[in-house]
């Protein structure tokens, strides 16, 4: 069975070896269209001025972030290390990372931030060395106006702190208020030293969005030109964290104040257990496979620019590209994940995505043509019923519409008196939605044939329009999300619907609001993916899957090259059927095919 893959010609199909060919099921497209690839599609967190203690070590570093075929480089501007006293100023380190980058022709974003002790209200941190505490705004802004006057020749692009939203970088608690009052006078003090610099809002968690909306709401949306998420979904793998999911809740509030390019300044994955990551870890050669996975992910789901979270591993946290060694002045041995990061932008610069397809073989199990009863949970905070007037397909649908009181956490569950069966084999659950703009998380909960209730969140609430929201099964669900006591956290075979959920995010949002459901559908079959992308004169099928697949490929070209991180690029060459074949597995597979 072939199906064709995309409009350009090649058709694929992928297939089990123990189940013979199985076609690929188109995947909703959710955000906007991700932006062309240039010739300098991802960044690296290089931490030059601010992680090498050697001047003389300094020129190694930037050699390896330029030998990445990184076309970025985020790089801090700490205050504290600039001016360690109102009258003191030390640009050595700074100017001289600075020079380096740009000399190899890496563009920068610089993070401002980090205040010393002397320009905060906070009087027990040293007054020359670092703070956390909120400085005053004028003299942060005063601060800005030298980097960005000093710098203005070679730097556009002017990220204003890091991560606000978290209470290791801002002391004593994240205060989305003063930020925003932080980010306008700073703003304003940017763009008076260079009128066509760019402001980005400081990377923040983009799984709740209470900080962005009071940020906005305090009427600093006009601060910046563009939004930073850091979506950290470690120890989980890019698909079992939903990280193409990341952009959702923030993209809800741009709906209200208005839209914005979105960068993910920071993502990593641990290749060890470290202080971020005590508990659990993946080896090097995952993070390398996570690697190019998240960048492919994030960028179709429309994130425009990308940065790895970091160059160098720090002690006790191995997230970086090169290992630590013997310090901070060994960049001797890559990790796997470099040459990954390298193998991936050199292939993908000037390229366009085309498609993203899965390989799931999707039924409708409810179609809401016959809504049956349903039964309100313990929180009576909205009501489902059937309704004609919206609808995905057929005759009707179900309007559930809602409304949370409280400043703590409000939800609604609807229980099913007749749970809905789904098939055998499900590994997949999703519904249409026609959102509301809350960014409220819709979820599940799936009753196996042990009386286990387990929880599946589908997705978040998006603006008004239909959009599939789905969830893969995870193999073991955790305890926050097992409805019923004493459970081990797993599905067995045999599952039913036995509710569906409404739950506020963020937990302190109040308000009231109607979502339409419609077309219940469960997916059987291997998790796997297929990228597609388009060049000037080539075409592009990048494909992976947790369980190795055989992949067939029908192609027009007669040859086509396969390469990945771990091998040497290889000739592959049709069969007699006149197909490609290759080999799937965890470790993403780059066809080129050429026009």
């Not at 208020?177 to 006078?185: F, G, M, P, S, V």
């Not at 809401?368 to 057929?394: H, I, K, M, Y």
């Not at 067995?492 to 219940?520: F, H, N, T, Y």
């Not at 998790?527 to 992976?544: C, K, M, P, S, T």
Request: glycine share 8%; aromatic share 12%; charged share 20%.
């Amino acid at each position: 069975m072939q199906i064709r893959a995309w409009a350009f010609g090649a058709t694929l199909a992928l297939c089990l070896m123990w189940c013979g060919l199985v076609p690929l099921s188109a995947t909703a497209a959710v955000p906007p269209p991700p932006v062309p690839l240039d010739d300098a599609p991802f960044g690296i967190n290089s931490h030059l001025a601010t992680r090498t203690f050697d001047l003389t070590v300094m020129q190694t570093a930037a050699d390896r972030v330029a030998q990445s075929g990184a076309g970025w480089a985020r790089e801090d501007i700490h205050w504290f290390r600039i001016q360690p006293q109102p009258d003191v100023w030390d640009w050595e380190f700074t100017d001289r990372a600075i020079a380096l980058l740009h000399q190899r022709g890496i563009a920068i974003v610089a993070v401002i931030g980090h205040p010393p002790g002397w320009a905060t209200p906070w009087r027990h941190d040293p007054s020359a060395g670092v703070s956390f505490y909120a400085p005053d705004p004028q003299r942060f802004a005063q601060f800005a106006t030298a980097v960005v006057t000093r710098y203005r020749s070679v730097i556009t692009h002017w990220e204003i702190w890091n991560e606000p939203d978290n209470v290791h970088f801002w002391k004593p608690a994240p205060d989305a208020r003063a930020y925003a009052t932080l980010l306008k006078w700073a703003s304003a003090a940017v763009r008076r030293a260079d009128p066509a610099a760019r402001v980005i809002f400081g990377g923040i968690n983009p799984f709740d969005t209470s900080f962005l909306g009071t940020v906005a709401a305090e009427g600093a949306w006009s601060s910046f030109d563009i939004l930073a998420i850091h979506p950290y979904v470690n120890p989980r793998s890019p698909e079992q964290g939903q990280l193409e999911r990341a952009a959702d809740a923030v993209r809800t509030v741009m709906d209200r104040y208005g839209t914005r390019p979105l960068w993910v300044t920071e993502i990593g994955w641990s290749s060890g257990v470290g202080d971020r990551q005590p508990d659990d870890s993946i080896d090097e050669s995952d993070q390398a496979d996570y690697l190019v996975r998240a960048l492919l992910l994030l960028w179709q789901a429309g994130v425009e620019r990308i940065f790895w979270y970091t160059l160098k591993d720090d002690p006790g946290n191995p997230y970086g590209l090169i290992a630590e060694g013997r310090g901070y002045a060994d960049y001797s041995r890559p990790k796997p994940a470099w040459y990954a990061f390298r193998h991936l932008s050199t292939l993908l610069r000037n390229t366009h995505f085309v498609g993203l397809r899965d390989l799931y073989q999707r039924t409708v199990v409810f179609d809401f043509e016959n809504l049956g009863s349903w039964r309100v949970g313990d929180q009576p905070n909205g009501t489902l019923t059937a309704t004609g007037a919206a609808r995905f397909a057929g005759r009707s649908a179900a309007r559930l519409a809602y409304h949370f009181p409280s400043s703590s956490n409000d939800y609604v569950v609807f229980r099913r008196e007749k749970p809905i069966p789904l098939p055998n084999g499900t590994r997949m659950l999703g519904l249409w939605v026609y959102g509301d703009g809350s960014g409220h998380t819709l979820k599940a909960w799936l009753r196996d044939d042990t009386g286990e209730i387990l929880q599946l969140a589908l997705g978040l609430v998006g603006p008004a329009g239909w959009r599939f929201l789905s969830a893969a099964l995870p193999a073991t669900v955790p305890p926050w999300d097992r409805i019923t006591a004493g459970d081990d956290g797993r599905f067995s075979e045999r599952l039913w619907l036995e509710a569906l959920v409404l739950d506020d995010q963020p937990d302190d949002v109040r308000g009231a609001g109607v979502i339409v459901v419609d077309e219940l559908t469960a997916a059987r079959g291997v998790e796997a993916y297929n990228l597609q992308l388009r060049g000037a004169d080539r075409d592009i099928d990048i494909v992976w899957s947790p369980t190795p697949l055989t992949v067939s490929f029908a192609s027009q070209s007669a040859t086509a090259t396969m390469s990945d991180w771990r091998d040497a690029p290889q000739r592959i060459v049709r069969d007699a059927r006149g197909q490609l074949v290759v080999r799937s597995g965890p470790t993403p597979r780059i066809i080129e095919h050429q026009r």
